[in-house]
């Protein structure tokens, strides 16, 4: 018997079984939490590299491909834990982050280009504000904002 499995089978003794349950449980969840976490900050520090001019277009590729991989990740459970994905989710969930604009001629927003990471999302609305902060032909205030795109795969009932 692991040092593990005797202390929880003490912890079962004290407590008895439901609570126990529920302390491991939430134990888990923490880990899992922790795991996302660690992650996603590790995603985000991949995103935020600065390279060298002469292999910057690879080298971003490369570095948004490991990003998405860690958010991928981050969402899904730890196969090192022997967690399985849920049968009702085909893949995990991405994520991602755009800035709109508002066309008041068309009268709809029209989507910009995603961002992995709501940092670089939130820089570039900053950005793009402070450049352009009214309509050159009128002058009147350009509307944008910040959209989250989080995307599902669901496997149907009928399907698994």
């Given at each position: ?33 922790i795991?996302a ?39 899904s459970?730890?196969?090192?834990a ?37 940092e670089?999302?939130?820089?570039r609305?900053?950005?793009?504000s402070?450049m ?18 989080t ?10």
């Amino acid at each position: 018997m692991s040092a593990f499995e005797a202390a929880f089978e003490a912890l079962r003794k004290t407590v008895g079984d439901v609570e126990a349950d529920r302390l491991l449980t939430a134990v888990e969840n923490e880990r899992l939490r922790i795991r996302a976490a660690a992650l996603i900050e590790a995603a985000e520090e991949i995103e935020g590299i600065d390279f060298h001019p002469n292999a910057r277009v690879r080298s971003l590729e490369i570095a948004q491909g490991l990003a998405r991989r860690l958010r991928r990740l981050a969402s899904s459970p730890s196969p090192a834990a022997g967690d399985k994905q849920p049968e009702t989710e085909a893949h995990p969930r991405r994520v991602s982050w755009s800035v709109e604009l508002y066309d008041p001629l068309a009268k709809e927003w029209a989507l910009g280009l995603p961002f992995l990471a709501r940092e670089k999302a939130v820089e570039r609305l900053n950005a793009v504000s402070a450049m352009y902060p009214k309509w050159a032909d009128d002058g009147t205030p350009v509307k944008r904002r910040l959209v989250r795109e989080t995307t599902t795969y669901t496997v149907e009932a009928g399907d698994r």
